[in-house]
C-alpha cells in the first residue's frame, strides 16, 4: 500500500476512534453542564440554578459535610496506607505477598460491601455494638470506617510505587555516616516519598467527596453531595439541582487533576542510570515490629470481609445463626433472581472486551503514527478528561444526552450498551495510560522497518505490537472487568429493570431490609473479581512462558 493511503487509513481510524470518544465521554458531560444552566423548560437562566443552591441551607450542609468527611478519611488512611507500605516495602516482614493481597483486597469489593459490613458489626444487632459507646453507626462514623476501607488500597498502590523507587546509595552512606533511622527517614524516605503522599492525599479526598454506595446505604440522615445528586434525581425529580450538584462534584477531581500535573512537573527522578535498587535487608527487631503493625491493620479488612461472608451463609442474624445457602436464593427477595449477577458478568466481559480494543487501538493510532497531528492531541485530551469525572455524575450526564427527545442515540437508553459505554468512558483513563506506557517500550524501528518494506500498519500491529504488548492488554482487559464488575455510581441512573446488574441489586436489597441477600450478592461480585484476578495471573503467566521467551534472553546469549 503506498504510504499516503496508509497514512489516509490511519488518520480515518483515528478520527473514527475521536468521534466515539467524543460522543461516549465530551458530549454527555456538555449536556450536562448545559443542564446546570437552564431551567425546567429549556431557557438559559445563567447561574440562578446555582444561586438557588447556595441559599438551600440543607444542601450547602451536604457540601461541608462532604468535606469534612472526606478530610478526617484523608488524615486516617493515607497514614495507615504509608505505614503498611513502608512494612511491605522496606523490611522483610513474614508472608508479604498475603499481606499485600489483603491490603488491596478491597479494589475487589463494591464500595457498598463495607458499609453493609460495618452494620453486622456495629449496627444494633452488631456483635461490637458495645464500641460505639451508645452511638449510632449510621451517619459519619459509619462513612468514614467504610471509607478507609475502601481508599486503604489506593495508598497502597500509590506509596508502594513511591517507596519502591529509590536508591540503595543513599542509605548506605548514611548508614556510613551512622545516621540514625529516625534522621534516614526524614532526610532520605519522606522526601522521595513526598510527591506519592500529596497524589495518594488528593485520590482518597477526592473519593470521599464522590462516593455514592458507602453513603447511601450507611449514612442515614446524614447528607453528603453524592447521595443529594441521586435524590434531587430520583426523588424529586428536579432535573436542574441534581445537574447542578453534579458540576460541583466536577471541581474536587478537576482540582486534583491540576495539582497531580503540577506536582508532576516538579518531581525529580528517584533513580537514575547509576542508581542501585533499594533491597531490605533482615532486621529481627525492626521486622518483627513490622510484622505487628502490618498484622493489626490488615485484621480489620480481613475482619470486614470475613463479616461479609459470614453474613451471606446465615439464616437470620442475630437470631438464628445456623448456616444456610437459602440467601443465594436470590429470586425468594428479588424478581430479578440472579439475572442481576449475570448481568454484571456480561456486562463485564463487554467492557473489556470492548474497551481493550477500543482503547489498545486509540493509542497506537496516536503513539505510533509517523508524523504528529493535532487529532491525536484531540484524542489524548478526551481520554485523560475521565480520570477527573466521578462517575455518577458521568452516569448522570449519560441520562441528560441520550434520553433527550432529540437525539437519535436514544434508542440506546435504558439498554445493555449504554452501560457498557459509560462503563468504559468512567474507566478510560487508566487503560489508555497502561497502552501508552506498553506502546513507549516498543522500539519505533518496528514500524519504521515496516514502512520500508511496504508491510501495512495493521499488519504490524497484529503480527509485532499485540503479542508484544500482550501483557499489558491482560491487564488492562482485567482492570476493565473488575472495575464493571463493582461500579454502582456511573450505572445508577442508567440501568433498566432488564439491565439491573449485582451492584445495584445489592443496593436494592439492602433497601429493602434483605440484608443477607445483599451480602450473598456482594461476596458473589467479590468471588468473581477474585476469580478473573487468578486467572489474569496464570494466563500472563503461561503467556510469557509459551510465547515470549525473547523477555527472558539474557543479551550474552545473543
Known amino acids: 500500500m503506498r504510504p499516503d493511503s496508509e497514512n ?52 450547602r450542609q451536604s457540601v461541608i459535610n462532604s468535606v469534612w468527611v472526606a478530610s478526617l478519611t484523608v488524615l486516617f488512611v493515607v497514614p495507615l496506607g504509608f505505614i503498611y507500605a513502608y512494612a511491605l516495602t522496606r523490611s522483610c516482614i513474614w508472608q508479604k505477598g498475603l499481606f499485600k493481597g489483603i491490603g488491596l483486597l478491597p479494589i475487589l469489593a463494591p464500595s457498598l460491601l463495607p458499609a453493609i459490613a460495618l452494620v453486622y458489626i456495629f449496627g444494633n444487632q452488631g456483635y461490637l455494638k458495645f464500641l460505639m459507646l451508645g452511638h449510632s453507626i449510621y451517619g459519619p462514623v459509619g462513612i ?37 533511622r529516625w534522621r534516614i527517614f526524614w532526610t532520605i524516605t519522606f522526601p ?10 488528593f485520590v482518597v479526598f477526592t473519593t470521599g467527596i464522590v462516593d455514592f454506595g458507602i453513603a447511601k446505604v450507611i449514612g442515614g440522615k446524614f447528607n453528603m453531595l453524592a447521595v443529594d445528586v441521586y435524590r434531587q434525581i430520583i426523588g424529586q425529580q428536579n432535573f436542574q439541582m441534581g445537574a447542578v450538584i453534579g458540576v460541583i462534584l466536577l471541581i474536587p ?73 437459602d440467601n443465594f436464593n436470590f429470586g425468594a427477595v428479588d424478581p430479578g433472581g440472579w439475572s442481576s449477577y449475570w448481568n454484571s458478568v456480561n456486562m463485564a466481559c463487554f467492557t473489556a472486551f470492548f474497551g481493550t480494543v477500543l482503547t489498545f487501538v486509540g493509542a497506537y493510532l496516536s503513539e505510533k503514527h509517523p508524523t ?62 497502561m497502552a501508552l506506557t506498553a506502546l513507549k517500550q516498543i522500539d519505533a524501528e518496528f514500524e519504521a522497518a515496516s514502512r520500508a518494506l511496504g508491510v501495512p500498519f495493521w499488519t504490524t500491529l497484529r503480527r509485532v505490537t499485540v503479542p508484544v504488548a500482550i501483557p499489558a492488554i491482560i491487564d488492562m482487559a482485567t482492570f476493565y472487568f473488575v472495575n464493571a ?71 550474552k546469549t545473543i
Not at 437525539?407 to 452501560?419: A, D, E, H, S
Open 8 to 59: 489516509l487509513v490511519r488518520q480515518v481510524t483515528l478520527g473514527a476512534v475521536v468521534l466515539v470518544t467524543l460522543v461516549m465521554i465530551v458530549l454527555p458531560l456538555y449536556t450536562l453542564l448545559s443542564q446546570s444552566f437552564e431551567n425546567s423548560d429549556g431557557s438559559f437562566i445563567w447561574f440562578d440554578n446555582f444561586i438557588s443552591y447556595a441559599k438551600d441551607p440543607i444542601l
Open 144 to 180: 468514614i470506617i467504610a471509607q478507609l476501607f475502601h481508599c486503604f488500597p489506593f495508598v497502597i498502590l500509590i506509596m508502594t510505587t513511591a517507596l519502591g523507587t529509590a536508591d540503595a546509595r543513599l542509605y548506605e552512606a548514611a548508614d556510613t555516616l551512622n545516621t540514625s
Open 192 to 201: 522521595g516519598a513526598r510527591y506519592g503522599l500529596v497524589n495518594a492525599c
Open 253 to 325: 477531581p478537576v482540582l486534583t487533576f491540576i495539582v497531580e500535573r503540577l506536582t508532576h512537573r516538579q518531581q525529580v527522578s528517584q533513580l537514575t542510570s547509576r542508581a542501585v535498587i533499594l533491597q531490605p535487608k533482615p532486621s529481627p527487631v525492626f521486622d518483627r515490629f513490622m510484622f505487628c503493625v502490618v498484622l493489626v491493620l490488615a485484621l480489620p479488612i480481613a475482619s470486614i470481609i470475613g463479616t461479609a461472608i459470614f453474613a451471606s451463609f446465615v439464616r437470620l442474624w442475630p437470631y438464628d445463626l445456623s448456616l444456610t445457602l
Open 372 to 433: 504528529r497531528s493535532k487529532l491525536m492531541t484531540v484524542y489524548h485530551m478526551i481520554a485523560m478528561i475521565p480520570l477527573a469525572v466521578p462517575g455518577i455524575v458521568l452516569g448522570l450526564g449519560y441520562t441528560f444526552f441520550f434520553n433527550a427527545p432529540t437525539n437519535p442515540l436514544t434508542v440506546l437508553y435504558g439498554t445493555m450498551t449504554i452501560m457498557v459505554m459509560c462503563t468504559i468512558s468512567h474507566y478510560y483513563t487508566v487503560p489508555h495510560l
Open 485 to 555: 464488575m463493582t461500579t454502582v455510581a456511573g450505572v445508577i441512573f442508567i440501568y433498566a429493570s432488564t439491565t439491573k446488574v449485582a451492584s445495584i441489586a445489592v443496593l436494592a436489597l439492602n433497601d429493602t431490609g434483605d440484608d443477607g441477600a445483599a451480602s450473598a450478592m456482594a461476596m458473589m461480585i467479590v468471588y468473581t473479581s477474585i476469580a478473573v484476578k487468578l486467572v489474569q495471573v496464570v494466563v500472563t503467566k503461561l503467556l510469557l512462558r509459551s510465547q515470549q521467551q525473547w523477555r527472558s534472553i539474557s543479551p
